[in-house]
């Protein structure tokens, strides 16, 4: 080979004398041929995928000034290598040949035509790019210009060194040719480096600067630079994030993982089936067998019961599509996951150099006679490779964080998806909270493991590739330190084993913790009526107790994982040295081989540290592999039984259906056969439970057909919630067919007829339409087309008014019953004044809903905004009380504190101080001093050791031909084995006292947080998104308890490493510490510009978080609506665009990583630099041992440096969860639960309640909502509170429980001013049955009696007067029956008797009804009216009713308008008096 390249270049090609002199100098040869091809190969290697854009139609972007020069410079280019062929040519057969002797060598043919080939395959390359209209620059053409650029340079030196050697230049042409050359590569590198920005570039540019930025821009991250100088000058605020790249944002990302998802689900179900099959066919078997067995068999099967059970069990938790979701994601984010696969891979064969250059450089201070021009060379060169390494390292996790992103974002919108589909089967197995905690916990553990993958493969080659360099320098004795690795392995699977069955466990807790906070912000008002924080509280605090009492398992688990680990590298080292120099006397440990091995074990160091780590992750993802792949695999539900045929005449028919909640559940309607007509009002009447509710959710295909179909005619339903909202949407909608449930319950008898006349009746907006209304209003039944009577989910009667009255039916006793008081109704029939009416064509602006609004917020508006334009386009218009809250909104400013859901604060600033001393409060002062100084014990012993080492390698020079004498061995070995050991029983015993103290920190947060959200006024919770206290109880408080322990831990870990480093640096050359001060300046600078950028960014983050959730959860409290409207994709895009705002200040915060490490790096990388440098300044005042030391330590700072500004800004970050936390423990609190002044034991005793000029205000910015009210009821009087909606009426109610504190005058009870009562004792004495019963999740004993403080006995008693006894004995678990999530399990009506049932079971002298009755039918009205009547005459009873029938035998009447008593007197002198009252009575046809 050798031969032949000396003949191709007619000169020597190898010579290594060239190297060993002062001046050092390469052959011409090598310059000619290795250094010309190896950057046109590497252009020749890019060129093809450059060439692809030739291959695509794609519009071309206009030549632009740039473009031109650069395509003049390699026509220049090329030029230049013609004329050296040219003159090669003309000098070997021109005219003047025949006078050479000797012939040019080849090469000098072959190199021009080389070049200029390869100028015209870049300016190919450069013309491809003008097809790539979104690229600015081609890095492969800047790596190739700087390649060649830097190759020629060994030409460049030896041309001028030759012509300065001889006074003269031998060859000018080709002397000129190549200098004109050279100069026109040196433009065309700096051409290479400026962005040619296209139209279409220039004005994504303006919304993301990423999109201009230029191959060294990004492998630097100086594009980002502007963001970091902005966020150091002010606050980031979410309107300074960019715009997201196309391929960034969640629709892009969502469509390539669905797409997957899809296709990888539909292989996961197929071997489902293919197990279930395989599993019945083995039971079939087994049944067969079965029939002939004998006594002893049936005898024995006894023992195997328990494992059936076990076995049993474990089929039914997995049975459900498995192992999809991992290769959805590697499928879906291949092209991602190959990038940072190659770039983790070049990282670590770089990681090697390091020790190898270390080598050099030890070498070269013992030989004092090798030339200085080598010794700069090994101080050079660690920088370049190290700068090399920063740069690949950079791009690997900016691509492992971006994949991490991705896949957090690909699975929330995949979960947010599923939630608008699941089935009522898989919905049971997941509540809301749960659902919640799938968005949070588990997609970010995905996350998280994302950004470590490539460490599975990566650290198992770290450590081959150490154990094979070890192998080199110590030869067999490697094999001890791979036998102790080994040894190890067992153990990391039992700690695997134990830490996954701590993480399962710790997940369910997690989960029933966030039921038990969903339950009680979705009750919090019940709580604080019936005084039951604290028993909710201790349900939370108990669950939580189990949390942490797992958490600290885990935790100890990892300190023992911590402590074998951090021994490993430590014990490896010892046997490894200590078998070396045992085997033979001849091993004699010298400062090359140490300190070449302790380079290496330093790397071998970082994949056994973060082995236990990974293992971890791992572990922690497996579970919610699991938990994410049940969820997402569970059943949609099945639409199959509705069909939309229009060539049937009925608008709506139903053929013998029969639906059940869920597959193994009994049905809840049966053989129901409907045929309704297009235009016909249908009401649908029937008792509670009798399956009214079902029957409207059977027809929007919420419930699961067992048998019969469906059929609508026409696309559009319109079903509806229990509000006037609701109704209007309805009205908007302009639907073919309008399902109403019950709309009118919840409006007073003027409100309740006039929507029937002017929007649901016979003359009213909708009387083209199909309307099924279900409705316990007996006085509309006469104007209604048809009736349908359901008794226990069947069909008894069908027909219109008369007809069911005249067939003497079931409907007609009900009627008699019921309707007695109603008779008057057919002949009144009053029409509303139409002067109080105005028509408004469209909804105003000023109800877009906001991101993180309430649920009627998000779900009314949202689907209101989007039918009002179709509205508004038929010229259609909606009638809107002239004087209402919705015209004075629309004309009105939006005044301050008036907005009903206040914007979430956000900290801007540095963390403050006192925020990281509530922490360390938190955990204890004495765990974190004793934590401290163990830690800080366990670094003086790295120093130690590796300072013995150093002393370990003169026995080389001491004992050099001599016998090593073993007593000096053995104290080698000991004093290095003991430090070594007690660095990992130091860092167990820290990491203990750690864990201690963060289980502490987490206690006192959790419970000071759940403590104080229990204790704030009702307004916090009327102008907060639940949402947004979900997020402060879930990400914020995993936060708490995992991230910022483990960020602690870390950051006085690294702090201890550098200022350990930068020691051992100035111990070995002391000039190093005039290099310290200005570096440690630069890096304060750095620290400071990037840690207020990133603190921001992380704020933004958790702020645009919350709306993520809030989202969730009200479309969850909104599905059936959504999917009745069918509005699943606007939700769906509103969803995506909620993600997209987190995501725009999630992509700059890991942006912001990256920018700093690569400047951090770049810092440690001079470090190195200096310490080498300074080391070859000074080789004859050093020894090997401290250059070995100092350099090996240098070379460790890269990375030390990097993480500890990374996790101090982690920890800033992290930190910014324990101040959002605080934030919410320092919100005002409501009176106190208990005081001194507590009242009589029988209080109240007599109910006697006196109002005394009572005013009160939502809110101190707001208007008055009660003018004083003054009124004395006495005791067992029965009060009557009607009045028009809005007038003041539920407010009373809040006010004698002080939900609402007055503003002026007082309330009197039996003697008592009751603001001087604590909350407790005055909320304990009344008791209220509130408009909406609010059931929690848990047993239907905890939620009559969740103190526990009274027997079986009382309970069973009251449900028996709530007539539930033979309900609940009917149950299989009877009071420990549990109740599903908002009490879904049981009708409306069964939930108001149990809110009877609890008004009963507290025996309280003074009753609230808050319309206790409007939204249940007439025969329970009837039960709860007559139960109170008999169970409550010695009390005083206060009664807010619509239905007025309900408080005609009360003692007095109560009317408000506007928040004053306008009448107050007995209801036969108010009728006589014809005022409010009377007409209000003849509006309701009394």
Same mark, same amino acid.
């Given at each position: 080979?050798?031969?032949?390249?000396?003949? %191709?270049?007619?000169s020597?090609?190898?010579?290594?004398?060239?190297?060993?002199?002062?001046?050092?100098?390469?052959?011409?040869?090598?310059?000619?041929?290795?250094?010309?091809?190896?950057?046109?190969?590497?252009?020749?290697?890019?060129?093809?995928?450059?060439?692809?854009?030739?291959?695509?139609?794609?519009?071309?972007?206009?030549?632009?000034?740039?473009y031109?020069?650069?395509?003049?410079?390699?026509?220049?280019?090329?030029?230049?290598a013609?004329?050296?062929?040219?003159?090669?040519?003309?000098?070997d057969?021109?005219p003047s040949?025949?006078?050479?002797?000797?012939?040019h060598?080849?090469?000098?043919?072959?190199?021009?035509?080389?070049?200029?080939v390869?100028?015209?395959?870049?300016?190919?390359?450069?013309?491809?790019?003008?097809?790539?209209?979104?690229?600015?620059?081609?890095?492969?053409?800047?790596?190739?210009?700087?390649?060649?650029?830097?190759?020629?340079?060994?030409?460049?030196?030896?041309?001028?060194?030759?012509?300065?050697?001889?006074?003269?230049?031998?060859?000018?042409?080709?002397?000129?040719?190549?200098?004109?050359?050279?100069g026109?590569?040196?433009?065309?590198?700096?051409?290479?480096?400026?962005?040619?920005?296209?139209?279409?570039?220039?004005?994504?540019?303006?919304?993301?600067?990423?999109?201009?930025?230029?191959f060294?821009?990004?492998i630097?991250?100086?594009?980002?630079?502007?963001?970091?100088?902005?966020?150091?000058?002010?606050?980031?605020?979410?309107?300074?994030?960019?715009?997201?790249?196309?391929?960034? !944002?969640?629709?892009?990302?969502?469509?390539?993982?669905?797409?997957?998802?899809? /296709?990888?689900?539909?292989?996961?179900?197929?071997v489902?089936?293919?197990?279930?099959?395989?599993?019945?066919?083995?039971?079939?078997?087994?049944?067969?067998?079965?029939?002939?067995?004998?006594?002893?068999?049936?005898v024995?099967e006894?023992?195997?019961?328990?494992k059936?059970?076990?076995?049993? /069990?474990?089929?039914?938790?997995?049975?459900?599509?498995?192992?999809?979701?991992?290769?959805?994601?590697?499928?879906s984010?291949?092209? #991602?996951l190959?990038?940072?696969?190659?770039?983790?891979?070049?990282?670590?064969?770089?990681?090697?150099?390091?020790?190898?250059?270390l080598?050099?450089?030890?070498?070269?201070?013992?030989?004092?006679?090798?030339?200085?021009w080598?010794?700069?060379?090994?101080?050079?060169?660690p920088?370049?490779?190290?700068?090399?390494?920063?740069?690949i390292l950079?791009?690997?996790?900016?691509?492992?964080?971006?994949?991490?992103?991705?896949?957090?974002?690909?699975?929330?919108?995949?979960? %947010?998806k599923?939630?608008?589909?699941v089935?009522?089967?898989?919905?049971?197995?997941?509540?809301?909270?749960?659902?919640?905690?799938?968005?949070?916990?588990?997609?970010?553990?995905?996350?998280n493991?994302?950004?470590?993958?490539?460490?599975?493969?990566?650290?198992?080659?770290?450590i081959?590739?150490s154990?094979?360099?070890?192998?080199?320098?110590?030869?067999?004795?490697v094999?001890?330190?791979?036998?102790?690795?080994?040894?190890?392995?067992?153990?990391?699977g039992?700690?695997?084993t134990?830490?996954?069955?701590?993480?399962?466990?710790?997940?369910?807790?997690?989960?029933?913790?966030?039921?038990?906070?969903?339950?009680?912000?979705?009750?919090?008002?019940?709580?604080?009526?019936?005084?039951?924080?604290?028993?909710?509280?201790?349900?939370?605090?108990?669950?939580?107790?189990?949390?942490?009492?797992?958490?600290?398992k885990?935790?100890?688990?990892?300190? #023992?994982?911590?402590?074998?680990f951090?021994?490993?590298?430590?014990?490896?080292?010892?046997?490894?040295?200590?078998?070396?120099?045992?085997?033979?006397?001849?091993?004699?440990l010298?400062?090359? /081989?140490?300190?070449?091995?302790?380079?290496?074990?330093?790397?071998?160091?970082?994949?056994?540290?973060?082995?236990?780590?990974?293992?971890?992750?791992?572990?922690?993802?497996?579970?919610?592999?699991?938990?994410?792949?049940?969820?997402?695999?569970?059943s949609?539900?099945?639409?199959?039984?509705i069909?939309?045929?229009d060539?049937?005449?009925?608008?709506?028919?139903?053929?013998?259906?029969t $639906?059940?909640?869920?597959?193994?559940t009994?049905p809840?309607?049966?053989?129901?056969?409907?045929?309704?007509?297009?235009?016909?009002?249908?009401?649908?009447?029937g008792?509670?439970?009798?399956?009214?509710t079902?029957?409207i959710?059977?027809?929007?295909?919420?419930?699961?057909? @067992?048998?019969?179909?469906?059929?609508?005619?026409?696309?559009?339903?319109?079903?509806?919630?229990?509000?006037?909202?609701?109704?209007?949407?309805?009205? %908007?909608?302009?639907?073919?067919?309008?399902?109403?449930?019950?709309?009118?319950?919840? #409006?007073?008898?003027?409100?309740?007829k006039?929507? $029937?006349?002017?929007v649901?009746?016979?003359?009213?907006?909708l009387?083209?339409?199909?309307?099924?209304?279900?409705?316990?209003?007996i006085?509309?039944?006469?104007?209604?087309?048809?009736?349908?009577?359901? #008794?226990?989910?069947?069909?008894?009667?069908?027909?219109?008014?008369?007809?069911?009255?005249?067939?003497?039916?079931?409907?007609?006793?009900?009627m008699?019953?019921?309707?007695?008081?109603?008779? /008057?109704?057919?002949?009144n029939?009053?029409?509303?004044?139409?002067?109080?009416?105005?028509?408004?064509?469209?909804?105003?602006?000023?109800l877009?809903?906001?991101?993180?609004?309430?649920?009627?917020?998000?779900?009314?508006?949202?689907?209101?905004?989007?039918?009002?334009?179709?509205?508004?386009?038929?010229?259609?218009?909606?009638?809107?009380?002239?004087?209402?809250?919705?015209? !004075?909104?629309?004309?009105?400013?939006?005044?301050?504190?008036?907005?009903?859901?206040?914007?979430e604060?956000?900290?801007?600033?540095?963390?403050?101080?006192?925020?990281?001393?509530?922490?360390l409060?938190?955990?204890g002062?004495?765990?974190?001093?004793?934590?401290?100084?163990?830690?800080?014990?366990?670094?003086?012993?790295?120093i130690?050791?590796?300072?013995?080492?150093?002393?370990?390698?003169?026995?080389?020079?001491d004992y050099?031909?001599?016998?090593?004498?073993n007593?000096?061995r053995?104290?080698?070995?000991?004093?290095?084995g003991? @430090?070594?050991?007690?660095?990992?029983?130091?860092?167990?015993?820290?990491t203990?006292?750690?864990?201690d103290?963060?289980?502490?920190?987490?206690?006192?947060?959790?419970?000071?947080?759940?403590?104080?959200?229990?204790?704030v006024?009702?307004?916090?919770?009327?102008?907060?998104?639940?949402?947004?206290v979900?997020?402060?109880?879930?990400?914020?408080?995993?936060?708490?308890?995992e991230?910022?322990?483990?960020?602690?831990?870390?950051?006085?870990?690294?702090?201890?490493?550098?200022?350990?480093t930068?020691?051992?640096i100035?111990?070995?050359?002391?000039?190093?510490?005039?290099?310290?001060?200005?570096?440690?300046?630069?890096?304060?600078?750095?620290?400071?510009? %990037?840690?207020a950028?990133?603190?921001?960014l992380?704020r933004?983050?958790?702020?645009?978080r919350?709306?993520?959730?809030?989202?969730?959860?009200?479309?969850?409290?909104?599905?059936?609506?959504?999917?009745a409207?069918?509005?699943?994709q606007?939700?769906?895009?509103?969803?995506?665009?909620?993600?997209?705002?987190?995501?725009?200040?999630v992509?700059?915060?890991?942006?912001?990583?990256?920018?700093?490490?690569?400047r951090?790096?770049?810092l440690?990388?001079?470090v190195?630099?200096?310490?080498?440098?300074?080391?070859?300044?000074?080789?004859?005042?050093?020894?090997?041992?401290?250059?070995?030391?100092?350099?090996?330590?240098?070379?460790?700072?890269?990375?030390?440096?990097?993480?500890?500004v990374?996790?101090?800004?982690? @920890?800033?970050?992290?930190?910014?969860?324990?101040?959002?936390?605080?934030?919410?423990?320092?919100?005002?609190?409501?009176?106190?639960?208990?005081?001194?002044?507590?009242p009589?034991?029988?209080?109240?005793?007599?109910?006697?309640?006196r109002?005394?000029?009572?005013?009160?205000?939502?809110?101190?910015?707001?208007?008055l909502?009660?003018?004083?009210?003054?009124?004395?009821i006495?005791?067992?009087?029965?009060?009557?509170?009607?009045?028009?909606?809005?007038?003041?009426?539920?407010?009373?109610?809040?006010?004698?429980?002080?939900i609402?504190?007055?503003s002026?005058?007082r309330?009197?009870?039996?003697?008592?001013?009751?603001?001087?009562?604590?909350?407790?004792?005055?909320?304990?004495?009344?008791?209220?049955?509130?408009?909406?019963?609010?059931?929690?999740?848990?047993?239907?004993?905890?939620?009559?009696?969740?103190?526990?403080? $009274?027997?079986?006995?009382?309970?069973?008693?009251?449900?028996?007067?709530?007539?539930?006894?033979?309900?609940?004995?009917?149950?299989?678990?009877?009071?420990?029956?549990?109740?599903?999530?908002?009490?879904?399990?049981?009708s409306?009506?069964?939930?108001?008797?149990?809110?009877?049932?609890?008004?009963l079971?507290?025996?309280?002298?003074?009753?609230?009804?808050?319309?206790?009755?409007?939204?249940?039918?007439?025969?329970?009205?009837?039960?709860?009216?007559s139960t109170?009547?008999?169970?409550?005459?010695?009390?005083?009873?206060?009664?807010?009713?619509?239905?007025?029938?309900?408080?005609?035998?009360?003692s007095?009447?109560?009317?408000?308008?506007?928040?004053?008593?306008?009448?107050f007197?007995?209801?036969?002198?108010?009728?006589?008096?014809?005022?409010?009252?009377?007409?209000?009575?003849?509006?309701?046809?009394?």
């Amino acid at each position: 080979m050798s031969a032949a390249l000396e003949k %191709y270049c007619g000169s020597v090609f190898w010579n290594a004398s060239y190297l060993q002199r002062a001046d050092p100098d390469l052959p011409v040869c090598v310059e000619r041929t290795v250094l010309v091809w190896f950057p046109v190969l590497f252009l020749w290697l890019c060129a093809p995928w450059h060439f692809t854009s030739f291959c695509k139609k794609s519009a071309k972007a206009p030549a632009s000034r740039l473009y031109i020069c650069k395509q003049i410079v390699c026509g220049l280019l090329f030029l230049t290598a013609v004329a050296e062929l040219a003159l090669t040519l003309g000098e070997d057969y021109g005219p003047s040949s025949e006078y050479t002797l000797q012939k040019h060598p080849a090469v000098l043919y072959i190199k021009p035509v080389l070049f200029a080939v390869s100028w015209i395959v870049v300016m190919l390359c450069q013309e491809s790019m003008r097809r790539r209209v979104k690229s600015v620059d081609s890095g492969s053409l800047f790596l190739f210009w700087i390649l060649q650029v830097l190759c020629a340079v060994f030409q460049f030196q030896t041309l001028l060194r030759e012509a300065l050697a001889q006074d003269e230049v031998p060859d000018v042409p080709h002397f000129s040719l190549f200098y004109i050359s050279y100069g026109l590569q040196l433009i065309a590198l700096v051409l290479s480096a400026i962005a040619d920005l296209s139209p279409e570039v220039k004005k994504l540019s303006q919304t993301n600067p990423e999109a201009k930025a230029t191959f060294l821009s990004r492998i630097t991250f100086n594009w980002f630079n502007s963001m970091v100088i902005k966020g150091y000058k002010r606050p980031l605020v979410q309107e300074d994030m960019w715009d997201l790249k196309e391929e960034e !944002s969640t629709h892009s990302i969502c469509q390539q993982f669905e797409d997957v998802m899809t /296709k990888e689900l539909r292989k996961a179900r197929s071997v489902l089936q293919k197990k279930r099959n395989k599993r019945l066919a083995c039971d079939d078997g087994q049944n067969g067998l079965a029939k002939g067995v004998s006594h002893d068999v049936l005898v024995m099967e006894e023992t195997g019961k328990k494992k059936d059970k076990k076995k049993a /069990k474990k089929d039914s938790e997995s049975d459900y599509p498995q192992s999809w979701l991992i290769p959805t994601i590697v499928k879906s984010f291949k092209g #991602v996951l190959l990038e940072s696969a190659f770039f983790r891979l070049i990282q670590d064969l770089l990681a090697f150099a390091s020790p190898q250059l270390l080598k050099l450089m030890i070498a070269f201070v013992q030989d004092k006679s090798s030339h200085a021009w080598s010794g700069y060379l090994y101080a050079v060169l660690p920088l370049l490779v190290a700068f090399l390494q920063s740069v690949i390292l950079q791009q690997y996790f900016q691509r492992c964080f971006v994949l991490g992103m991705k896949v957090r974002t690909a699975i929330m919108a995949a979960i %947010y998806k599923k939630a608008l589909v699941v089935s009522n089967d898989s919905r049971k197995e997941s509540t809301a909270g749960e659902i919640v905690n799938l968005m949070s916990a588990d997609a970010q553990r995905f996350n998280n493991v994302t950004n470590f993958i490539h460490l599975l493969w990566s650290c198992p080659l770290q450590i081959a590739l150490s154990i094979a360099f070890l192998w080199i320098e110590l030869g067999p004795s490697v094999l001890a330190g791979l036998l102790v690795m080994v040894l190890m392995v067992p153990i990391n699977g039992w700690l695997a084993t134990k830490s996954r069955a701590f993480q399962v466990e710790n997940m369910k807790f997690k989960d029933s913790r966030m039921k038990i906070v969903n339950d009680i912000l979705n009750g919090i008002k019940i709580l604080k009526y019936y005084a039951w924080e604290s028993s909710f509280e201790s349900q939370v605090q108990a669950i939580r107790e189990k949390e942490l009492k797992v958490m600290r398992k885990f935790a100890y688990l990892s300190s #023992v994982s911590t402590f074998i680990f951090s021994c490993a590298p430590a014990i490896v080292s010892l046997a490894t040295f200590a078998v070396f120099v045992s085997v033979s006397p001849d091993n004699i440990l010298d400062a090359e /081989k140490a300190f070449t091995s302790i380079s290496l074990l330093n790397i071998l160091r970082f994949p056994l540290s973060m082995l236990p780590q990974l293992i971890s992750i791992m572990v922690q993802t497996a579970v919610s592999k699991k938990r994410l792949e049940k969820f997402l695999s569970g059943s949609d539900l099945d639409m199959t039984a509705i069909k939309h045929d229009d060539s049937n005449k009925a608008a709506v028919s139903m053929t013998d259906g029969t $639906f059940a909640w869920e597959r193994e559940t009994e049905p809840v309607l049966k053989h129901v056969s409907l045929d309704i007509a297009p235009g016909r009002l249908v009401a649908v009447v029937g008792a509670v439970g009798s399956g009214k509710t079902s029957l409207i959710l059977a027809l929007l295909g919420e419930l699961h057909c @067992l048998k019969g179909h469906i059929n609508i005619n026409g696309i559009n339903l319109s079903g509806g919630q229990k509000q006037r909202s609701s109704l209007a949407r309805a009205v %908007y909608s302009s639907a073919d067919v309008f399902l109403l449930d019950d709309p009118l319950s919840a #409006v007073d008898s003027h409100v309740g007829k006039h929507l $029937f006349e002017q929007v649901i009746g016979p003359e009213g907006l909708l009387r083209n339409k199909t309307r099924i209304l279900v409705t316990h209003g007996i006085s509309f039944l006469p104007y209604v087309d048809e009736i349908v009577v359901l #008794v226990n989910g069947v069909v008894s009667e069908v027909g219109s008014y008369n007809a069911l009255r005249a067939s003497k039916g079931a409907f007609n006793e009900f009627m008699e019953t019921y309707g007695k008081e109603d008779s /008057k109704a057919t002949g009144n029939k009053a029409a509303a004044q139409e002067s109080d009416y105005e028509e408004i064509d469209t909804l105003p602006a000023g109800l877009e809903p906001q991101a993180d609004g309430s649920p009627e917020d998000i779900v009314s508006n949202t689907v209101k905004r989007e039918n009002s334009l179709r509205h508004s386009q038929r010229n259609g218009s909606v009638k809107v009380r002239k004087n209402s809250s919705l015209r !004075s909104k629309k004309d009105s400013g939006d005044k301050k504190g008036q907005r009903l859901i206040e914007k979430e604060t956000m900290e801007t600033g540095r963390v403050k101080f006192s925020v990281y001393l509530q922490y360390l409060r938190a955990m204890g002062w004495c765990y974190v001093t004793w934590s401290f100084l163990i830690y800080f014990i366990q670094n003086v012993a790295i120093i130690g050791q590796n300072l013995w080492l150093s002393d370990w390698t003169y026995d080389a020079e001491d004992y050099f031909n001599t016998t090593y004498p073993n007593h000096i061995r053995d104290t080698r070995i000991g004093v290095f084995g003991a @430090l070594g050991i007690a660095q990992g029983f130091l860092v167990f015993l820290g990491t203990i006292l750690l864990v201690d103290g963060s289980i502490c920190a987490s206690r006192t947060l959790h419970t000071n947080l759940l403590s104080n959200i229990l204790k704030v006024p009702m307004v916090f919770f009327d102008t907060t998104p639940s949402g947004r206290v979900v997020n402060h109880f879930t990400k914020d408080i995993f936060t708490v308890d995992e991230l910022i322990p483990m960020s602690f831990r870390s950051w006085i870990l690294c702090l201890l490493g550098v200022l350990g480093t930068l020691f051992v640096i100035c111990l070995a050359t002391p000039i190093f510490t005039a290099v310290v001060v200005p570096m440690a300046v630069i890096y304060y600078f750095v620290l400071r510009f %990037y840690v207020a950028t990133s603190r921001q960014l992380r704020r933004l983050d958790s702020v645009s978080r919350s709306p993520i959730y809030s989202h969730f959860g009200e479309t969850v409290s909104g599905l059936s609506v959504i999917r009745a409207y069918g509005h699943q994709q606007r939700f769906l895009k509103q969803n995506e665009d909620t993600i997209d705002q987190n995501l725009k200040s999630v992509y700059p915060w890991i942006v912001s990583n990256r920018w700093l490490a690569m400047r951090l790096e770049s810092l440690g990388n001079l470090v190195v630099f200096f310490s080498a440098l300074f080391a070859v300044i000074s080789r004859d005042s050093l020894n090997s041992g401290l250059v070995g030391l100092s350099i090996s330590y240098a070379l460790n700072v890269t990375q030390t440096l990097n993480w500890l500004v990374r996790i101090t800004s982690e @920890l800033e970050t992290n930190i910014v969860a324990v101040e959002r936390v605080s934030e919410y423990t320092e919100i005002k609190n409501e009176a106190p639960w208990i005081t001194s002044n507590r009242p009589p034991d029988d209080w109240p005793s007599a109910g006697n309640i006196r109002f005394e000029n009572y005013k009160v205000r939502y809110r101190p910015e707001l208007e008055l909502i009660l003018h004083g009210i003054t009124c004395d009821i006495e005791t067992t009087e029965k009060i009557g509170i009607v009045g028009r909606t809005g007038a003041g009426k539920s407010s009373l109610t809040n006010c004698l429980f002080r939900i609402i504190e007055a503003s002026e005058g007082r309330i009197i009870i039996d003697g008592i001013d009751i603001s001087t009562l604590e909350l407790h004792d005055l909320r304990s004495r009344l008791t209220i049955i509130p408009q909406h019963p609010v059931l929690f999740s848990g047993t239907l004993r905890m939620n009559l009696d969740p103190f526990l403080m $009274f027997s079986d006995e009382e309970i069973w008693n009251v449900l028996e007067l709530a007539h539930l006894k033979d309900y609940v004995q009917g149950l299989p678990t009877g009071l420990t029956h549990e109740v599903a999530e908002g009490g879904e399990n049981l009708s409306l009506g069964q939930r108001q008797l149990l809110c009877l049932a609890r008004a009963l079971l507290r025996k309280s002298r003074i009753l609230i009804l808050d319309e206790a009755t409007a939204a249940v039918d007439l025969e329970t009205d009837d039960l709860i009216q007559s139960t109170i009547r008999r169970e409550f005459s010695h009390c005083t009873v206060l009664t807010i009713a619509h239905r007025l029938n309900t408080i005609l035998d009360s003692s007095r009447v109560m009317v408000l308008d506007s928040g004053k008593i306008v009448e107050f007197d007995s209801p036969s002198t108010l009728l006589h008096k014809q005022g409010h009252f009377y007409s209000m009575a003849k509006d309701a046809g009394i």
